[in-house]
T-cell receptor
Framework: TQLLEQSPQFLSIQEGENLTVYCNSS?????LQWYRQEPGEGPVLLVT?????EVKKLKRLTFQFGDARKDSSLHITAAQPGDTGLYLC???????????FGQGTELSVKP | KAGVTQTPRYLIKTRGQQVTLSCSPI?????VSWYQQTPGQGLQFLFE???????NKGNFPGRFSGRQFSNSRSEMNVSTLELGDSALYLC???????????????FGEGSRLTVL
């Protein structure tokens, strides 16, 4: 069974702080995505990483894919209240397979 | 381009009833996936349809079923509802690219099912 472990589950920080969310698996990913979900809405794709060691930046968000393609991290610099939401990582283990989601990290950024 | 549309957005049923949820994917997307989201279990994969055929299936009982029509619209059905079926049911569409599929999904806003 392929499992994606995401940590931490909950994170409450003050505006301006930095944070990192981790996503780990014992299996190798074909590709991995990060999504953000706000209450009452469906998840929205933030980024896709495919190559081991890949780093992608989206404004204050930095996404890193592990060299072995088994783990990923999301780092947010100078968090803002608008970053509040549920962050989900999702891995594709083979191109014909299904996308497996981590449990999510509930982030709350207080002004 | 219109996004993924799910109907109904909210519904309340009682145990033993059945429910049908509908999903219209983004125009041109032929793959539709369904997920169940609950606070305790997170996003759990139900099934995926492509060109009217079920390509992948999750570990849910046979009470959960789905289908896809020739216009790519999809429905999922849950029969003999149980209290534990209360959840947000999310539909997502995808544009499968030959030789380059990386799994990006475009989600609808979901159908919130409450079973009493």
């Amino acid at each position: 069974t392929q499992l994606l472990e995401q940590s931490p589950q909950f994170l409450s920080i003050q505006e301006g702080e930095n944070l990192t969310v981790y996503c780990n698996s014992s299996s190798v990913f074909s590709s991995l995505q990060w999504y953000r979900q706000e209450p009452g809405e469906g998840p929205v794709l933030l980024v896709t990483v495919v190559t081991g060691g890949e780093v992608k930046k989206l404004k204050r968000l930095t996404f890193q894919f592990g060299d072995a393609r088994k783990d990923s991290s999301l780092h947010i610099t100078a968090a803002q209240p608008g970053d509040t939401g549920l962050y989900l990582c999702a891995g594709l283990y083979n191109q014909g397979g299904k996308l497996i989601f981590g449990q999510g990290t509930e982030l709350s950024v207080k002004p | 381009k219109a996004g993924v549309t799910q109907t109904p957005r909210y519904l309340i049923k009682t145990r033993g009833q059945q429910v049908t949820l509908s999903c219209s994917p983004i125009s041109g997307h032929r793959s539709v996936s369904w997920y169940q989201q609950t606070p305790g279990q997170g996003l759990q994969f139900l099934f995926e349809y492509f060109s009217e055929t079920q390509r992948n299936k999750g570990n849910f009982p046979g009470r959960f079923s789905g289908r896809q029509f020739s216009n790519s619209r999809s429905e999922m059905n849950v029969s003999t509802l149980e209290l534990g079926d209360s959840a947000l049911y999310l539909c997502a569409s995808s544009s499968l690219q030959t030789g380059g599929y990386t799994g990006e999904l475009f989600f609808g806003e979901g159908s919130r099912l409450t079973v009493l």
